[in-house]
């Protein structure tokens, strides 16, 4: 599994952000009345957050 996944040096960061666009297209396909723009907003903005905090590299 590591030579697999052995390029995403945080996968747990990854998961996240990956589970946010998943859950949000499930929400989309359970109720088609939901606004699509304002929840791809939404999922980037927390994608974008997660991502500057979760994919930080601390220089030593």
């Known amino acids: 599994m590591k030579g697999t996944f052995g390029f995403v040096t945080y996968p747990s960061t990854a998961g996240i952000i990956g589970l946010i666009w998943l859950s949000g297209a ?35």
Not at 37 to 51: E, W
């Open 26 to 60: 499930i929400l989309i396909i359970a109720d088609p009345q939901l606004p699509i723009i304002r929840m791809v907003l939404i999922n980037m903005g927390a994608s974008i957050l997660i991502g500057i905090l979760g994919f930080r590299v601390e220089k030593r």
